[in-house]
């Protein structure tokens, strides 16, 4: 049996982070299933990786949809975006900002990404084909099991991902260590992701590729949320969807849902009573308020038919003003944690401390990344998140080293 000072698991940004913070000064070694690391680094961003953003580490925070979000203030005050960007830049990778917002690397490919952050990994310490299947408690140690090996450390760093494309390698496997080790953990369940809609499907189908920024209201909520959807050939998807997947999986378990979609910001009521002294017609309003398939198609819906607005009456304009002011899209799914491009669940940040990554229960064992209920919205969150968590647990581990020598 090998004994070493620490054992990361994983070998995605979480874990490669947790590498590069442990330096040379630690006796290390990064065990991962797959032949590679970073597969779904590789994938994101369409390939080419948005890593992080350009927010301030408060309002990184404020956009999560977690309750508990407060929980990465120490990780995120100690290596946040601007942190993030620094380091790309100092293993010589420069990022480019988009839409005001996302950071991307400038080559455009996230395999320089992946790159950067081998750069600080001695090959010889990833060990690759190795999946980790057990990890048990043996006195001060932690007994790592893989299918080739048995090694032992006092420190370990899990950072195996989620349950979403496992393909890529995130199998869910946090689980059945948290389970084996009677850590508290949440299951998987999809984030980020699409939304699907038999309305959409037969009634809208001839919808499919209109993308609108819109006003989106869910039931009866007051609240409403800001951001862009798309029609597909399924239901619906966009940036505003992904972002409320999550919220709207753990309600659609015990309530109809319908999201009311503002097709329009101009008050239509007024429109109409304005345009009539002119000749125009209904679709002519309508295509000014929104586009030709969604003036096409509302006309079609209310079943009134195209006239002049002078000859529309008080109902009609009240029927039209109800569809462009909260046009109905009744959900009927969430697609499935696999799909999904991040998950909720896994380990309950209530077991570990945000200072250190550890388990409040055994100290020494740390999870980060995906592997915890921790996860943002796309926008280079989720990466971030990932690489932050995973160099705090690092850090951990260098200072319990220093203590016990
Ligand atoms: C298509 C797609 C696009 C995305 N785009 C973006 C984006 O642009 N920006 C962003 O911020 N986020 C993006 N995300 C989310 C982001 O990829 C993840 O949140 C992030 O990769 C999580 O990092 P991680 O290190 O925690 O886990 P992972 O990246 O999942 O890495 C886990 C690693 O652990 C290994 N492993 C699993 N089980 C074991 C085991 N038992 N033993 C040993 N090794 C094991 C896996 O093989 C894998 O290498 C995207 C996700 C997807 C699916």
Known sequence: MKTLDCIVIGGGPAGLMACNELGESVNYILLEKNDKVGKKLLLTGGKRCNITNNLPVKLFIDSL????????????????????????????????????????????????????????????????????????????LYLVETELEQYQARDLIIAVGSNAYPTMGSSGDVLLFAKHLGIPYKPFT????????????????????????????INTDKKSHEGDILFTHFGVSGPLILHLSELIYERIEHEKVILYIELTEQDPIQIFNERRTTKDTIQ???????????????????????????DMKKSEIQTLNQYLKAFDIPIDGVEVKEKAFVNAGGI?????SPQTMACLEYPGLHFVGESTDLQG????FNITIALSTGKLAAKDVKERLSHHG
């Not at 309750?67 to 005050?77: G, N, Q, V």
Request: overall charge positive; glycine content about 4%.
């Open 348 to 352: 309950d940040v209530k077991a570990l």
């Open 377 to 380: 919205p796309i926008g280079g």
């Open 284 to 310: 002519t309003v309508l295509e000014e308020l929104t586009t030709k398939r969604l003036a096409k198609k509302i006309l079609e819906l209310s079943q009134i038919e195209n006239k002049r607005v002078s």
């Open 65 to 140: 949809n977690i309750a508990h979000k407060r929980f990465l203030y120490p990780a995120l005050t100690q290596f946040g975006p601007k942190d993030v960007i620094a380091f790309f830049n100092t293993r010589g990778l420069e990022l480019e900002l988009e839409q005001n917002f996302k950071y991307f690397p400038k080559t455009g490919k996230s395999q320089s990404v992946l790159d950067a952050l081998l750069l600080g990994i001695p090959k010889e310490r990833i060990h690759y084909k190795e999946p980790v299947k057990r990890i048990t408690k043996v006195e001060d």
């Open 190 to 217: 999809p984030a980020e992701t699409y939304l699907f809609s038999d309305k959409v499907k037969t009634d809208y189908a001839d919808l499919q590729g209109v993308a609108l920024t819109t006003n989106l209201r």
